[in-house]
């Protein structure tokens, strides 16, 4: 089969497990589409975790038992051990699949290409890389917990084109356009964890849900706030909204006044004293994280959340949204004193702003 023409299902492979945006945590998102004749003719993706893998929900789609000429187009390399599920491969051998199109390898150490190679064995003809970068960079988020077993802290801006992140007086809060701040939202349904700094909070009152067409939900929401200074803020949306249980203040154990704790408590927000100090907390947090399993946090910084996370290197990934206007003189930069690795990045245009992000290492 060439790759040409396994591209259309390919890509109709990734809208379905885009379907699953942000819902298949520690699970990546993958969508499945079996051709007969060159024609879809069942499809299926991953919902969340615990239940049926695509390929699996593509195969009972159908119903029936594939036509010889049929191939399975896959956007992630099919498992091949039994977790929570029985192995994927396992499942394509039963049904007499010849041919399996496959965008991207597993990143883990332990599978990548194994569940290829044990295809293979069985005389299936798989074609590797369709639209690769786009199914890896749909599960960035799994390929860094998997291979690292820490969280994917991604640093997002929204910043002027010199570099500030605030506007000059009377010209509102809002930087970006209507098209970069529904692209937020979907970023926050995507990542399970939200972080801010005690000043953001404070001085933007944010609620840090992810709203659009299909209504709002809410990822875990850490406010980093070191010294507990936000206690006894009683006015904070997230102190005081419906998911306040949802809301994380993360500060340095040292700092803790049992009166601030027992305030929390009875706000209902949840607290992390870290023992560490100003210069470890960043990582002292980011370890915690992978203990409590939250595998990506998107950090939305102020400029000294931002430059902190930059020199430190606790940063992963960056979504930096630049509009065309200028921001208040007076305001520090985002990026000030810091060499960001251009040859990571890739730039594209968010409606009237231009959208640059990659890795930071």
């Given at each position: 089969?060439s790759?040409p023409?396994?591209?259309?299902?390919m890509?109709?492979a990734?809208?379905?497990?885009r379907q699953a945006w942000?819902r298949t945590h520690p699970n990546?998102?993958?969508?499945?589409v079996?051709t007969?004749?060159g024609?879809i003719?069942?499809?299926?993706?991953?919902a969340k975790?615990g239940?049926?893998?695509?390929e699996?929900?593509a195969l009972?789609?159908l119903?029936r038992k594939?036509a010889?000429?049929?191939v399975?187009?896959v956007?992630?390399?099919?498992?091949?051990t039994?977790g929570r599920?029985p192995?994927c491969?396992d499942?394509?051998?039963?049904?007499?699949f010849?041919t399996?199109?496959v965008g991207?390898?597993?990143p883990?150490?332990?599978h990548?290409?194994?569940?290829?190679?044990?295809?293979?064995?069985?005389g299936?003809a798989v074609v590797?890389?369709?639209l690769?970068e786009?199914?890896?960079?749909?599960?960035l988020i799994?390929n860094?917990?998997?291979t690292?077993?820490?969280?994917?802290?991604?640093?997002?801006?929204?910043a002027?084109?010199?570099?500030?992140?605030t506007?000059?007086?009377g010209q509102?809060?809002?930087i970006?356009?209507?098209?970069?701040q529904a692209?937020?939202?979907?970023?926050?349904?995507?990542?399970?964890?939200?972080?801010?700094?005690?000043?953001?909070?404070l001085?933007d009152n944010?609620r840090?849900?992810a709203?659009?067409?299909?209504?709002?939900t809410?990822?875990?929401?850490?406010v980093?706030d070191?010294h507990f200074k936000?206690?006894g803020?009683t006015g904070l949306?997230l102190?005081?909204?419906a998911h306040?249980?949802?809301?994380i203040v993360v500060?340095?154990?040292?700092a803790?006044?049992k009166?601030?704790l027992a305030?929390y408590?009875a706000?209902?927000v949840?607290v992390?004293?870290?023992?560490?100090d100003?210069?470890?907390?960043?990582q002292?947090w980011?370890?915690r994280?992978?203990?409590?399993?939250?595998?990506?946090v998107?950090?939305?910084a102020?400029?000294?959340?931002a430059?902190?996370?930059?020199?430190?290197?606790?940063?992963?990934?960056?979504?930096?949204?630049?509009?065309p206007?200028?921001?208040?003189?007076?305001?520090p930069?985002?990026q000030?004193g810091?060499?960001?690795?251009?040859g990571?990045?890739r730039?594209s245009?968010?409606g009237?702003?231009?959208l640059?992000q990659?890795?930071l290492?």
């Amino acid at each position: 089969m060439s790759v040409p023409a396994s591209e259309p299902p390919m890509r109709r492979a990734l809208e379905l497990a885009r379907q699953a945006w942000g819902r298949t945590h520690p699970n990546p998102m993958v969508g499945a589409v079996i051709t007969e004749g060159g024609r879809i003719v069942a499809e299926g993706f991953h919902a969340k975790a615990g239940e049926p893998h695509a390929e699996v929900m593509a195969l009972r789609a159908l119903g029936r038992k594939p036509a010889a000429d049929a191939v399975l187009h896959v956007t992630l390399e099919p498992c091949c051990t039994h977790g929570r599920t029985p192995p994927c491969v396992d499942a394509i051998l039963a049904a007499g699949f010849r041919t399996v199109v496959v965008g991207a390898r597993d990143p883990n150490p332990a599978h990548a290409g194994h569940g290829l190679e044990l295809l293979r064995a069985k005389g299936v003809a798989v074609v590797e890389g369709v639209l690769g970068e786009e199914c890896a960079e749909l599960n960035l988020i799994f390929n860094h917990w998997i291979t690292r077993g820490a969280p994917l802290i991604a640093l997002k801006v929204a910043a002027t084109l010199d570099g500030k992140l605030t506007l000059p007086a009377g010209q509102g809060r809002a930087i970006t356009g209507p098209a970069a701040q529904a692209y937020v939202h979907r970023l926050r349904r995507l990542f399970p964890a939200i972080a801010v700094s005690a000043d953001t909070a404070l001085a933007d009152n944010p609620r840090l849900t992810a709203r659009g067409d299909d209504g709002e939900t809410c990822p875990v929401r850490f406010v980093l706030d070191r010294h507990f200074k936000t206690a006894g803020r009683t006015g904070l949306n997230l102190f005081q909204d419906a998911h306040r249980t949802r809301t994380i203040v993360v500060g340095l154990g040292a700092a803790a006044k049992k009166s601030d704790l027992a305030w929390y408590e009875a706000e209902g927000v949840q607290v992390w004293s870290l023992v560490g100090d100003e210069v470890s907390f960043l990582q002292v947090w980011a370890e915690r994280c992978a203990q409590e399993k939250i595998t990506g946090v998107l950090v939305e910084a102020g400029p000294r959340l931002a430059a902190s996370l930059l020199a430190t290197g606790a940063a992963d990934y960056l979504y930096a949204f630049v509009a065309p206007r200028s921001g208040d003189p007076m305001a520090p930069g985002w990026q000030d004193g810091v060499t960001l690795p251009a040859g990571l990045l890739r730039a594209s245009l968010v409606g009237s702003d231009a959208l640059y992000q990659g890795r930071l290492r």
